[in-house]
């Protein structure tokens, strides 16, 4: 089993920054397979960024390139999510996951086996 517990949500003005982590705890793994998703009211959930298991690249969704950073630490078994210059289509609940499969696309909510519970982030116009 693998616990997964956010943390940095928040409200922030259009141009602000947050930072999400993620720890993770339970079954060991590595910090790579993690990645970051979020859902908004009404819309389906959507990848943000997360690690190639290969070489540990991050990859991110086109809509946060530039603007968000994915980090791990490997020591604490953490993996933090930097956003910067948030706009207001930023609001969502953000999830922290794990994959173990790693022949599927990091992309898709599927290839993920665990969730973290979310954490809501805000961001007023």
């Known amino acids: 089993q693998v616990q997964l517990t956010e943390s940095g949500g928040g409200l922030v003005q259009a141009g602000g920054s947050l930072s999400l982590s993620c720890a993770a705890s339970g079954r060991t793994f590595r910090t790579a397979l993690m990645g970051w998703f979020r859902q908004a009211p009404g819309k389906e959930r959507e990848f943000v960024a997360a690690f190639s298991w290969r070489d540990g690249i991050p990859s991110y969704a086109d809509s946060v390139k530039g603007r968000f950073t994915i980090s791990r630490d490997i020591a604490k078994n953490t993996v933090t999510l930097q956003m910067n210059s948030l706009i207001p289509e930023d609001t969502a609940v953000y999830y922290c996951?794990?994959?173990?499969?790693?022949?599927?696309?990091?992309?898709?909510?599927?290839?993920?086996?665990?969730w973290g519970q979310g954490t809501q982030v805000t961001v007023s116009s």
């Open positions: 996951a794990v994959r173990f499969d790693i022949y599927r696309p990091i992309i898709a909510s599927e290839s993920y086996s665990y």
